[in-house]
């Protein structure tokens, strides 16, 4: 049988302002062409299929026809990336399910997915979609009460018992391949800027992932051979380079044959823009950029003159008016130091308006709305400025307004406590219910 393997497609995704759907549509033509041309038995997506849980509906409108097209040539089997939503993977498969005979299948939790009919012989696929360290105990064994060893302990565990389950149902003669997006221990991550679930916290090991003939990851964004030579099978990395992190790295799709052996192939796929970094000075990048050199790239660029260079982008744009640019930095060699003392620094400070002035200046000239007189307001300000980190701060009037209310309070208290024999306070001739006695 032959299989074709991609991953890590993440649609979705920018880098700074820029959109990356250009790049992904030409990565995924080339892709739709390398599964036609090929004509698969089956194809596996490891996962990351969006950049985020709610993906764009251009993003997701995108997704589904590339996976409807891909599913026509063969058919498709994706797993949940840690970027994906479990939910709207399963929503996308209810809808897939639809179709008969079924050709594309999302899963979002480990399970074993049987192929009949794809091969002479039975095709079973142990699926491990990604895990959360938290939710490892629910997966592991049975009972989730008695686990107790750590996340690459569970994940031993689970594919254990996910390989058994597989090879069960494909017999002696049966074909099993396992896929899954973790982090296999001493693989490479990408020199990404993007932050992607990788540490010791989320490794696990590719013990017992020999019984696999083919083992087909997701997660790491830079395509490589599975670490450790035990298991067969390969990363087969991000789609696009979605960071300048990526910018070197070939970007690949898998094409794997099983007969009387395992042949993997990597087929390189188009990248769209490339990522562009310059260094240097004003005078190599225009040289660059001239007709157009830099049109169709995105670019991060740092520039070192002597002076600033007021027009920067405006000099790059003239040469490359196409030219998509994330960073653009001109580094000043120039750029004075001032070395620091300290007196000087007390002088400049003192030189420096006192604060009372710059408030009552921006309430004079700037602030919108004032009603309240400016002298008077100004001089509350001034006072809490002066009271500033000491313990007795300025009380601004409120203290005679808070004995006055105490004296208030202290009236109202002894009208209402009745005096001897049930009537008001001395004097008053009132009872607790407010009526004049009778003086009985």
Not at 115 to 142: K, L, N
Request: charged letters at 25%; a negative charge.
């Amino acid at each position: 049988m032959k299989l074709l393997h991609t991953s890590d497609w993440h649609l979705g995704a920018k880098l700074g302002r820029h959109d990356r759907t250009p790049d992904h549509v030409a990565a995924l033509r080339g892709l739709l062409a390398l599964a036609e041309s090929e004509a698969p038995d089956l194809i596996l997506h490891t996962g990351d299929l969006f950049d985020a849980s709610r993906p764009p509906y251009e993003s997701l409108e995108l997704g589904v026809q590339a996976l409807r097209r891909l599913s026509v040539v063969a058919p498709t089997l994706v797993l949940s990336g840690n970027h994906d939503s479990p939910v709207l993977l399963r929503v996308i498969d209810e809808l897939a399910g639809a179709a008969e005979p079924r050709r594309l299948r999302l899963v979002t939790e480990p399970r074993v997915v049987e192929y009949p009919d794809i091969a002479r012989e039975p095709v079973t696929v142990a699926c491990v979609p990604f895990i959360a360290p938290s939710a490892i105990a629910d997966y592991a064994t049975d009972d989730p009460s008695r686990f107790e060893g750590n996340y690459a302990d569970g994940i031993k565990d689970l594919n254990r018992r996910l390989l058994d389950d597989a090879h069960g149902r494909a017999g002696a003669r049966g074909i099993v391949l396992y896929a899954a997006h973790l982090h296999l221990h001493g693989a490479r991550p990408a020199r990404s800027e993007r932050r992607i679930t990788v540490g010791e916290d989320y490794a696990t090991h590719a013990e017992g992932l020999q019984r696999a003939l083919y083992c087909a990851f997701g997660h790491i964004h830079d395509p490589q051979l599975l670490p450790g030579g035990t298991a067969r099978g390969r990363y087969a990395g991000s789609l696009i380079p979605l960071d300048f992190g990526e910018r070197q790295q070939a970007k690949q799709a898998v094409l794997v044959t099983i007969g009387d052996d395992v042949r993997m192939e990597t087929h390189d796929l188009p990248a769209g823009r490339p990522l562009t970094e310059f260094a240097g000075t004003l005078e190599e990048l225009e040289g660059r950029a001239a007709d157009g050199g830099l049109d169709g790239c995105i670019l991060k660029a740092r520039v070192v003159s002597d002076d600033p260079i007021p027009d920067l982008a405006d000099r790059l744009a003239g040469g490359s008016p196409e030219c998509a640019v994330f960073e653009l930095v001109n580094t000043i060699a120039n750029q004075p130091v001032k070395p620091i003392d300290p007196a000087g620094e007390t002088d400049a400070a003192a030189a420096e308006a006192a604060l009372d002035d710059l408030f009552r200046e921006w309430r004079a000239t700037a602030a919108r709305g004032v009603k309240a007189p400016h002298e008077a307001v100004g001089a509350l300000f001034a006072q809490a400025l002066g009271s500033a980190g000491q313990d007795a701060g300025a009380d601004f009037g409120l203290t005679p307004l808070a004995a006055n209310a105490q004296e208030t309070l202290e009236r109202l208290a002894a009208k209402r406590n009745p005096g001897p024999n049930g009537a008001g306070p001395a004097g008053t001739g009132r009872t607790d219910a407010g009526q004049v006695g009778d003086g009985s």
